[in-house]
């Protein structure tokens, strides 16, 4: 069964707005399409990871990113739907600004049968300077028919 990119981005929507954690962190799914994603995340302070600096949880940015990730996979063109993380390497760049948006664009830049191939980047209002970047593969889940 191929699906339609429409469609695709609608189930990846569904899938985002359906994640328990994705909702608790206030993730919304701003663009998705072709292997692409973006998804952001608004600062709250249940989300800071230092109380002196009012910097959010390095953890909370890598659940965005990893979201976003899988959503960019899950909408390529060449992917069926579901998709799980393999592997995900972050490098933090700096502190995200206190009290500002977090925004994750990924895009999934190959796909074999059985992996998908990110990389992402987050950024707060500085979009000159991420605040991470990210690496990662991500499964390919085919029907039982295209697996033969």
């Known amino acids: 069964m191929v699906l339609k ?3 695709k981005a609608r189930i990846a929507k569904q899938f985002i707005e359906a994640i328990p954690f994705s909702k608790a962190l206030g993730m919304r799914l701003d663009d998705i399409g072709d292997g692409r994603a973006v998804i952001s995340m608004p600062w709250s302070e249940d989300l800071v990871g230092d109380p002196r600096s009012g910097v959010i949880h390095g953890g909370a940015v890598s659940a965005l990113m990893d979201t976003c990730g899988g959503a960019a996979v899950m909408s390529h063109p060449e992917a069926p739907a579901g998709t799980a993380t393999i592997d995900l390497r972050i490098d933090y760049m ?3 600004t206190p009290g500002e948006r977090i925004v994750a664009r990924a895009e999934c830049y190959n796909i ?4 998908g191939f990110v990389r992402a980047s987050a950024f707060d209002a500085d979009e000159a300077r991420p605040v991470a970047t990210a690496a990662g593969a991500f499964t390919v889940e085919r029907p039982q028919e295209d697996k033969a």
């Open 112 to 115: 074999t049968r059985s992996v």
């Open 94 to 96: 700096r502190p995200a």
């Open 5 to 7: 990119a429409g469609e």
